[in-house]
């Protein structure tokens, strides 16, 4: 089974699950993407620390516990930048609701951008998406 493989089949397993914070929220659901393709996560030792309780920690307590002043810079200490997603990419876009980061987390499937929402996921046009991450 190859990756496209891999992540379509992780994709279908957690269609149907809605967001909920620490368990199934954007990051997880990313992280566990990548773990789907490539057998690791692009931060599975993020995991946990970003939360507070049941809730995500505030950007000043962020900041503490990553030592990185934005987001952008905590993707650039394990990932590239790429101008073009290429299928499996980690991609981020503003929201209109208030998240901690600035920014949500989905994959690149091709020409369409996988997102969580409150009641699953969400396919959005690729040019939607405001930055595009790979691997090291």
């Given at each position: 089974m190859g990756e496209s493989d891999r992540l379509n089949a992780y994709l279908d397993n957690v269609s149907g699950l809605p967001f909920e914070w620490g368990t199934h929220d954007c990051f997880t659901f990313t992280n566990g993407a990548f773990r789907?393709?490539?057998g690791v996560g692009y931060a599975d030792d993020?995991?946990?620390?970003?939360?507070?309780?049941?809730?995500?920690?505030?950007?000043r307590?962020?900041?503490?516990?990553?030592?990185?002043h934005t987001l952008l810079s905590a993707l650039s200490s394990r990932m590239a930048r790429?101008?073009?997603?290429?299928?499996?990419?980690?991609?981020?876009k503003t929201v209109n609701q208030r998240?901690?980061?600035g920014a949500a987390f989905g994959i690149?499937?091709?020409?369409?951008?996988?997102?969580l929402s409150k009641e699953g996921?969400?396919?959005?046009?690729?040019?939607?998406?405001?930055?595009?991450?790979?691997?090291?």
């Open positions: 789907a393709m490539y993020w995991m946990g620390r970003y939360m507070d309780g049941s809730a995500p920690k505030r950007k307590d962020l900041k503490l516990e990553f030592k990185h790429v101008e073009q997603p290429v299928f499996g990419s980690l991609l981020t998240w901690v980061t690149s499937i091709g020409s369409r951008g996988v997102f996921l969400v396919r959005v046009n690729i040019e939607d998406a405001e930055s595009a991450w790979v691997l090291k």
